[in-house]
């Protein structure tokens, strides 16, 4: 035992030294895109919003604009609803706006980069590319099917679900100085990002280093099937997993037999949504709208996690979770990234540290936000 809990600590230390460069990373990417971007009511960001009048409702060229947008935000499945309202208040109909909560949960320039160091560039870029099929083909669907795509049931959605970063409209404002938007942009990455992370990435890393150690080898092996897969989907998607959070448990999940497409799927659907969001969503677009938009990306990524088993067969890709980051192994690094190891695993034990605190003070408990952690 003592062996196992020595090993546990030693995979755990490892992984937070791997994390702590593509964690500092995709939070400076995050940092200058809301720097350069601005918020969701003002600067850039709003101007590319801006569509004509009389295309708004059902153009699906504006549901790809929303895709496309939406993949480098990083915004959570809940912090991304107060931006669902700003689009509907735009005139957006039902296309775009699904189109942009499907791909805007799903990666961010985090959760690019934590994919990258632990399950290789393959797998990294594979999240967006499915995450912008699965918002463009979901678009289609309420195009055709999604009845009428002005009218909404109810316009209370509640902004500010979230009281991390998705509704800082007064930062980044295009009247700032350089030196302003970037001290606004870094403070928006290391406070209210992290804040939105909580101890999730924390805890998956944990979950993931005692997955590689007392998970038997093979033991989910038959879980890569149909079965395994649907246990997957229902699993995930009630839950409240971010992209960030859900990426450290991928390796240990990979080192004891899930398939690559498994993996891949518990990846996609976690972040798709959350019971909190499936109910606000519900109550703003009604139930056809949650029910096309949740349904079509869940089918689709069960497609697409097939699709990414026969490209990982057919072209001999490696997972570099099975190369260097199962049972612990130790890896020379320079001094320079031991420091910045050091300093991402710092950023998660602070960001974790918020927020357990937060989670028990007597503000949160009389709060009604739905986000977690």
């Known amino acids: ?18 994390l702590g460069p593509a964690l500092l990373i995709g939070l400076l990417l995050s940092g200058l895109l809301f720097a350069f971007i601005g918020d969701f009511q003002n600067g850039l960001f709003s101007k590319l919003l801006s569509v004509p009048e009389e295309t708004r409702a059902k153009s699906f060229l504006n549901s790809i604009k929303m895709a496309l947008i939406g993949i480098p935000l990083p915004l959570c499945s809940c912090s991304v609803l107060p931006v ?39 797998m990294a870029v594979l999240r967006p590319v499915a995450s912008l099929i699965m918002g463009l083909t979901t678009a289609l669907v309420l195009i055709f099917y999604g009845g009428t795509s002005g009218k909404t049931v109810d316009s209370a959605m509640p902004i500010d679900c979230c009281r991390g970063h998705c509704n800082q409209t007064d930062l980044a404002n295009p009247q700032s100085s350089w030196q302003e938007k970037f001290k606004k942009g870094f403070r928006f990455a290391f406070i209210d990002v992290l ?23 093979g033991a989910l092996e038959n879980a890569s099937g149909f079965l395994g897969r649907l246990g997957i989907i229902i699993v995930a998607i009630p839950i409240y997993v971010c ?12 080192a004891k037999g899930l398939s690559p497409g498994a993996v891949f799927l518990f990846l996609v659907a976690g972040p798709l949504s959350n019971l909190s969001s499936l109910l606000s969503l519900k ?4 139930t056809r709208f949650i029910t096309i938009h949740t349904g079509v990306n869940t089918l689709i990524a069960l497609v697409l996690s097939y699709l990414v088993d026969m490209l990982y067969k057919y072209f001999d890709w490696t997972l570099l979770a099975n190369q260097t980051m199962q049972h612990g192994d130790h890896h020379e690094r320079s001094t320079f990234f031991l420091i910045v190891g050091v300093i991402g ?22 709060s009604d936000a739905c986000c977690s952690g």
């Open 345 to 366: 695993t710092g950023l998660l034990l602070h960001s974790s540290f918020r927020a357990v605190k937060k989670k028990f003070s007597k503000q949160h408990k009389n």
């Open 243 to 254: 992209a960030e959070s859900s990426t450290p448990l991928a390796p240990g999940l990979l």
């Open 283 to 286: 109550k703003a677009f009604g």
């Open 195 to 217: 804040d939105d992370f909580g101890y999730w990435p924390l805890l998956g890393l944990i979950l993931g280093a005692a997955i590689a150690v007392w998970v038997p080898m």
């Open 1 to 18: 035992m003592t062996q196992e809990l020595d090993l546990f600590f030693r995979t755990l230390f490892e992984w937070c030294l791997d």
């Open 84 to 122: 669902a309202q700003t689009l509907r208040k735009k005139g957006l109909g039902h296309s775009p706006i699904s189109a942009f909560l499907t791909t805007t949960p799903e990666t961010s320039p985090t959760s690019f980069f934590l994919t990258w160091a632990m399950l290789g560039p393959a």
